[in-house]
């Protein structure tokens, strides 16, 4: 027994030393790839020395003697911090991930290389003017020069992702760049999705009237009822299966919901205490580890500029300059349009066009897949755009037999100068210039916020499609692509564009919502981003004859929710108050006690409230069971609360309580019988997953916001050091967006919101502030992993200062590129 004991006591010491040995080398080699901030690095490219001085947050101030040279910087500086993060997004542009990922990521590829977005960036470098090709070409070559230094040094590689997914290393193009600006494109687009809901509802629907109540027009003029979808696409199913999107972390496709979003408020002279310009943006898009935002200085020959850029783009996409700042939202213009093709029945590779039928133009596409057989795609384009799968976006339950679905798109050109229409932009002086330097660009539309010393402005910039005014279906739903009256007859001239220039009033903002009402077809679009958050914003931006610096930060972490202020009152009418004291312990008693904390609430999203919760679960199983009977399957897609559907119905407009009756019943329910047994519902939910004791129940352990490596995220042990998780107030409705995922298991994970936020005074430029919601650096062992994190979530920030001295007085290292002798 002493002999086995003593063994036993040997493996285990063995194994011990194993595992120590183990972790140490995987720390070592993940460690290699960790920057040196305090480095003379020589290089290639640049004709005079390049300093890359980083504060103390790691911000990084580029100085050089040249634009080029400057530019050269930016991108060693973004290979430097970002190396993985910008090789998948390139990856994911040319849909080339299976090669590392294998068969998982194979559907992405399928549909991303049927956009052929890649070609397309190529295609559109060519297009573009000799300063911006200059630009691309010299960042390019900064990315490369950090390549070729980690593969001297042997730097792990350049990030630990790299040591594990044993992935090549192409040098870095110009079309790279703008390829990920295309794929932004991607994830903020929304109205291809919104097309398929609209139809597959129209579909399911008996009674089309009710098609209005469940997707709603924004307030504001209506339009002319549609035709039913049926009537377009003659032999479509009424009822499909749905086809859910691909749920791997790296895939662009979002739904709706999680389509873009953003917000931007301005202020004249007139308006501020300073008597100085003010402007606050917050962007808004998926959170990740690390955020797709990266801080950043240039010092560029017009002057400094300094925000938010996205590795892999040599621009500043939101910030300012010494003179002038900028910010964007998501513009929801209606730049996508779905059509039906028919295929010629005689032969297969034509389809019917007004003038009959035509070819395909048609390409082979290999697909190469980690440990499996390559895929050969054959890319197919109509006039009107790329053939896409029948599985994106359940495409296949509204396309008839002997059909296929092809998609028009702005962002699909192959003469794409939004780049450089973003580089013109940071050297803008003023408010009429920036507004001048926009029309270069094309998608993904936007609203573009300006504020100068003097004045503010607000314009949507991007492509906006030229309809024919007998379109059927006014680009809501997908129409006949042989139809002449359907197709876009090019794009209208940028000064169609909504604009709006020095208002009377000296407060501009949007928060996604509508901001034009437009007969069609120049009405920018029938589907807008948010009909709730700027109800809050109009109160509180009039409810001061003057604003700060300080008041524009309060309203960009304002988390009082208008919808549950608007709608509680409206679904617990009969509910409060009502009826006897039911005994402790039955359900009834619980409905009491969630009843009176709701009646005491103010609306305020606090993390640390309990009535967030309450309200939340109660509004979701509330629509639950007012859509499942009408809809059926369908019901899952409308997974997050539609304020303005709730609303209609209780307010029975235009007949919209029809809704509260259970179709399968024999009797007749009434909307307060609805909202009691969904209010039941909601409390049975959170007794199963947060306990009983409502009062002590927390929404920001439901609302975590969810900052996941989307490679790493889910590995045993790893996840917990990649992935950055916080409790967050705030929710889908408020100006501290924070959008849900709406899907089970944790239908309240705080899953899209503010990446970036930057408040802008320029009454005292220096006194500006900015914040990300992880940090600069994309590896896991930097300190500056995570290091704006608490900061972000607490709503703090740090100082956007244009002052060298003040960057190099706490600076956490300064790299110099040297140039290399000839």
Known sequence: MALIFRWLIRIAA???????????????????????????????????????????????????????????????????????????????????LSEVFGAPTLNIDKVMRRFDIYTLSVQSAEALDPKTKLALEAYAAGVNARLAQINTEALGRGAPEMLLFNAPMAPWRPADSIAITKLMGVQLSGHLEAEVIRARTSLALTDQARLLDILPDSPGSGVAALPEYAALAPGVRRHAQNMPLDPHPLSPFKPTALAGASNAWAAAPSRSASGGTLLANDPHLGFTAPAIWYLARLELQTGGVIGGTIPGMPVVLTGRSAALGWGLTSAYLDDQDLFIEEINPENSEEYRTPDGFKAFETRASIITVKDADPVTLTLRWTDNGPVLPGSHYNLASITPPGHVTTLSWTNLSARDTSIAAAMRLMEAKSVQEGLAAAEAYIAPAQNLTLVDRENIAMTTIGAMPRRDAGHQSQGRLPSPGWIAANRWQGTLPYAANPSFVAPTGGILGNTNNKTVDRPFPNHVSFLWGDTQRVQRWQRLMQNREVHTRDSFIEAQLDTVSFTARSLLPL??????????????????????????????????????????????????????????DELGPLADEFDHVQPLFIERVFRDVDGAGIWCDVLQSTRVET???????????????????????????????????????????????????????????????????????????????????????????FADPDSSVFVTSTGQSGHFLSRHYDDMAQLWRRGEYIPMSLDADLARAASVGVTTLTPASE
């Not at 030393?17 to 972790?23: D, E, N, W």
């Not at 609430?601 to 009535?611: F, I, Q, Y």
Request: overall charge negative.
């Open 14 to 96: 063995a194994l011990i030393v194993l595992i120590v040995v183990t972790v140490s080398t995987v720390y070592w080699l993940a460690s290699r790839s960790l920057p040196d901030y305090t480095d003379d690095v020589t290089v290639r490219g640049i004709t005079a020395p390049v300093e890359i001085v980083r504060d103390n947050a790691n911000v990084p101030h580029i100085f050089g003697q040249s634009d080029r040279d400057v530019y050269f910087g930016l991108g060693f500086a973004h290979a430097q911090d970002r190396m993985w993060q910008m090789i998948m997004l390139r990856r994911t542009a040319q849909g080339r």
């Open 571 to 628: 679904i617990g009418a009969e509910l409060w108050f009502t009826g006897e004291a039911a005994p402790d312990g039955t359900p009834e008693r619980q409905r009491q006690r969630a009843l009176i904390l709701l009646a005491g609430w103010s609306g305020e999203m606090n993390e640390h409230l309990p009535e967030p919760l309450i309200y939340a679960a109660w509004l979701r199983s509330l629509q639950a069971r007012l859509i499942q």
């Open 671 to 761: 909307c307060p019988e609805m909202a009691r047994l969904a209010l039941d519902d909601a409390i049975l939910w959170i007794n199963e997953t947060w306990g009983d004791q409502l009062e002590s129940l927390r929404w920001g352990d439901a609302h975590q916001a969810t900052h996941d490596h989307q490679v790493l995220g889910e590995v045993p042990v790893l996840r917990y050091f990649v992935n950055i998780r916080q409790s967050t107030s705030g929710g889908d409705n408020t100006l501290q967006r924070g959008k849900t995922k709406g899907a089970m298991p944790d239908p309240f994970h705080n899953v899209h919101g503010a990446g970036y936020r930057g408040v802008y005074d």
